[in-house]
């Protein structure tokens, strides 16, 4: 399988339009992975392809009239029929993607652009069913541009005012289908069989898990990293790093986090740096404006939990209401929205570890100012940290609303629904930051305070502080 992964040395190739051998090789290991991972035998799977499900050449005359040659060749290829509605037991494609679509699917759940002409509505084709069981309305799945091989993963059918805005990059439809197969690999999604008993939403079979050993494994990494970095460019030798860290951010009460949390594992296994400032203008938290009172953890229920901390408040951010009042935004969720003023700096953000979409290790930098204003920053879908996204057209810088909590976020995920940005990435960020001298240090640690964080909005640093799109 290793030939048709995706990497430096076996990147994308370039071919016109839809790299069918390959999409088809990376969709059937897929389907491997996921019935042997469940306990079952290869020799059980029905391995039938979908054109051979519906009926082949002759019954699908229609069809193949309005489908590219190479589409054509993947859906020949594709396995299909362990995910027939006869099939025995029920098996989803991916634990976001239900199956291929049926023939009289394939182009009934676009929703196109009103100027959108026939030609054009004959290239998108619906050709992966989304899982309708994860919550989304109108779920909509995986959408190919025949034309050019290129997809986009939909949640819901609401999305598609975001993905056919006339901005949005699309991914090469065997791009997202290697990141569902890492996303295996790493074990953030995973089938089981049927004597599991745990708490994760099982989706017939699949389950995520809301953080993985490797998750928590290459964030410590990123930190330990970080603080070496830093001790390497400090004018002098700093003293020797210290346990506890744990305890400080927690103010001294662990059990206000399950021990067996994202948070607690990273934090038990972190270092106290020698120096202050871990980024610019931020240290190590020693305060939590979002605890329980009682200070009992929930295991059903994370809040957000800062980590590193600015000395200004986070900005608050309102929103007109249509009486004219403005109404005050929290930075995190709705359950949040009493608590009127919190510290500015960098959160592991709320979740809910046995729900649809957990991510445990998903962070978002709270600033205290807005930024995008300058028209620069951007998300990691390329989008304008600002922009209605649901705009279609170039003006996308027309009309600005500049954000405080959007730096480092995926912005539209092309893979999976949406989620906070996972820390490991931010970390692996400053970590560069630091070694590429873009970021100075002195004996406090990381130098130019909150303001450096304004240079995101810039024409010459905002690609510095843009992650690259990941699941």
Request: hydrophobic share 40%; proline share 5%.
């Amino acid at each position: 399988m290793a030939e048709w992964r995706i990497s430096d040395e076996q990147p994308v190739r370039e071919l016109d339009g839809l790299d069918y051998e390959r999409c088809a090789a990376l969709h059937n290991y897929i389907v491997e992975l996921g019935w042997t991972q469940r306990g079952l035998a290869l020799d059980t799977l029905d391995k039938r392809t979908w054109w051979e499900c519906y009926g082949g050449d002759a019954a699908l005359t229609i069809v193949s009239n309005r489908l590219e040659a190479a589409v054509i060749s993947f859906l020949k290829v594709a396995w299909h029929g362990f995910s027939m509605e006869t099939a025995s037991p029920p098996h989803l494609f991916h634990r976001y993607l239900a199956r291929l679509c049926f023939p009289d699917e394939l182009w009934q759940n676009v929703n196109y652009a009103e100027d959108e002409d026939n030609s054009n509505k004959r290239c998108f084709v619906s050709l992966y069913m989304a899982n309708g069981a994860l919550g989304a309305t109108h779920p909509l799945g995986l959408i190919l541009d025949q034309d050019y091989g290129m997809a986009m993963q939909h949640m819901s059918i609401r999305d598609t005012s975001i993905t056919m805005n006339g901005r949005q990059t699309w991914l090469p439809l065997e791009t997202i289908l290697d990141g569902f197969i890492d996303m295996i690999d790493q074990g953030k999604v995973l089938t089981v069989g049927e004597a599991y008993n745990g708490e994760q939403e099982r989706t017939e079979p699949w389950i995520m898990p809301s953080y993985t050993q490797r998750d928590l494994d290459d964030t410590l990494e990123a930190f330990q990293q970080l603080v070496n970095t830093i001790h390497d460019k400090m004018p002098s030798q700093p003293q020797d790093t210290k346990a506890g860290l744990l305890d400080l951010v927690t103010g001294g009460h662990p059990q206000m986090l399950p021990s067996n949390s994202f948070a607690y594992q990273f934090l038990a296994k972190s270092p106290i740096p020698s120096f202050t400032y871990i980024a610019p203008g931020l240290r190590i938290a020693q305060h939590q404006s979002f605890a329980p009172a009682s200070e009992q953890a929930e295991s059903n229920k994370l809040y957000p939990l800062l980590i590193f901390s600015s000395t200004h408040s986070a900005y608050q951010e309102t929103l007109c209401a249509p009486w004219g009042d403005l109404i005050p935004i929290s930075p995190f969720s709705s359950n949040f929205s009493t608590i009127s003023t919190c510290a500015a700096g960098l959160y592991l953000t709320e979740t809910e570890p046995h729900h649809a979409h957990p991510f445990e290790d998903g962070c978002k930098l709270v600033l205290p100012f807005l930024l995008g204003a300058n028209g620069f920053a951007r998300t990691s879908d390329d989008a304008l940290i600002g922009e209605n996204v649901h705009s279609a057209g170039d003006n996308a810088a027309a009309k600005l609303e500049p954000r405080s909590t959007e730096l480092y976020q995926l912005g539209f995920n092309h893979f999976i629904a949406a989620h906070d940005v996972q820390l490991k990435y931010v970390l692996w960020n400053w970590v560069a930051m630091v070694e590429e001298g873009k970021w100075e240090v002195d004996a406090d640690g990381v130098v130019g305070g909150i303001e450096k964080w304004r240079e995101a909005d810039t024409e010459e640093h905002w690609s510095d502080y843009q992650l690259p799109m990941s699941w």
